[in-house]
């Protein structure tokens, strides 16, 4: 087979995606995690696939897709500690907690300067309970929270306790900040962004986020969907 451009570790070694293998996939962005797994269904012709923790639809980054026999080990993969890198903007939210949804309730920032940003960030390390947004994938009475967002409807959920190990500031140029976070299973960045901008006064929502590493699982070595795509039809083109 040959390849234009080389493949990442993830592909150029021998799958076993129908007895059970795991993927490091960089998921794109406007991709659901599951249009991924779905995706990897059909392409590979693997009835049993899955994935350990959800981003996003407007995140990019490490998503581990299990399938087969190792589809058994995705809780193990989703307990592992979790490493992000967002970008804020301050001054106003939204009922997603990111770009999703439209701006509102705006408010000035003239008086939040790098100090007040980094005072605020460091009093969000350490355990904390996060309400899961109502723009989520999370279930509550059987039912995903978005789909009740899609209605209209907020109703009530159970808060989760979380670890925020980490809180590195990246970039402060108030109104925008970006910002690296190390954190436990469950955390919500979108969350932890918006906790953030009602500290500050001001609010704030997530303008991109980016998963980067799960445990010891990089995004650097995974394979971005064309690849999996080019791959997948290369190896059907193969000669018997």
């Not at 962005?29 to 994935?51: C, E, M, Q, Y």
Request: proline share 5%.
């Amino acid at each position: 087979m040959m390849n234009e451009i080389p493949l990442p570790a993830t592909l150029r070694r021998e799958l076993h995606l129908a007895e059970g293998d795991v993927l490091l996939v960089d998921k794109p962005a406007g991709w659901t995690s599951f249009d991924v797994v779905n995706k990897i269904r059909r392409l590979f012709h693997v009835p049993k696939v899955g994935h350990a923790g959800t981003l996003d639809p407007l995140a990019t980054g490490l998503l581990i897709v299990c399938t087969g026999k190792m589809t058994k080990e995705i809780s193990g993969y989703m307990a592992e500690e979790k490493e992000y890198e967002a970008a804020m903007m301050l001054g106003a939210c939204t009922a997603s907690f990111d770009a999703e949804t439209p701006v509102e309730q705006q408010k000035p920032t003239d008086g939040i300067h790098e100090a007040d940003v980094r005072r605020v960030l460091a009093e969000y390390v350490g355990i904390q309970q996060q309400l899961p947004p109502m723009w989520s994938a999370a279930k509550v009475k059987g039912r995903r929270l978005y789909e009740y967002a899609q209605r209209g409807k907020t109703i009530d959920r159970p808060l989760r306790d979380v670890t925020v190990k980490e809180i590195t500031p990246l970039e402060i140029a108030v109104p925008e900040v970006k910002i690296r976070v190390v954190c436990s299973k469950g955390t919500y960045i979108r969350t932890l962004v918006h906790d953030i901008g009602q500290t500050l006064g001001c609010g704030a929502y997530v303008t991109s986020l980016r998963r980067t590493r799960i445990g010891k699982y990089l995004v650097a070595d995974a394979a971005c969907m064309d690849d999996l795509i080019r791959f997948a039809r290369e190896a059907v083109a193969q000669p018997v």
